[in-house]
Nanobody, 120 residues
Framework: QVQLVESGGGLVQAGGSLRLSCAAS????????MGWFRQAPGKEREFVAR????????DYADSVKGRFTISRDNAKNTVYLQMNSLKPEDTAVYYC?????????????WGQGTQVTVSS
């Protein structure tokens, strides 16, 4: 019912920046809280950032605080993750996820992921 497509990943040098986008179709994202997660090779998927329906409230993993910024543009049905001061340990597949504000207790919709590789 909700299709999520991530884009913007790629290869970047340590200290560089990337901007990830998550475009949604099928339903308007105004009814969904959104999150970004990542999974490195051989590691479990971990939480990166989340944002509420209006964009008024955000939360970040300690490892990315001060470096990453999550935002949303509901008019464009898109969520963003601005990543600055990237480190090699940020290398992972990054996933966008959606949770309905009322009917869903967990993130039930996921994108296919976009690869981010940070070289030292």
């Amino acid at each position: 019912q909700v299709q999520l497509v991530e884009s913007g990943g790629g290869l970047v040098q340590a200290g560089g920046s990337l901007r990830l986008s998550c475009a949604a179709s099928g339903r308007t994202l105004s009814n969904y809280a959104m999150g970004w997660f990542r999974q490195a090779p051989g590691k479990e998927r971990e939480f990166v950032a989340r944002i509420n329906r209006s964009g008024e409230s955000t939360d970040y993993a300690d490892s990315v605080k001060g470096r990453f910024t999550i935002s949303r543009d509901n008019a464009k049905n898109t969520v963003y993750l601005q990543m600055n001061s990237l480190k090699p340990e940020d290398t992972a597949v990054y996933y966008c996820a959606a949770r309905h504000w009322f009917v869903a207790a967990t993130y039930s919709y996921w994108g296919q992921g976009t690869q981010v590789t940070v070289s030292s």
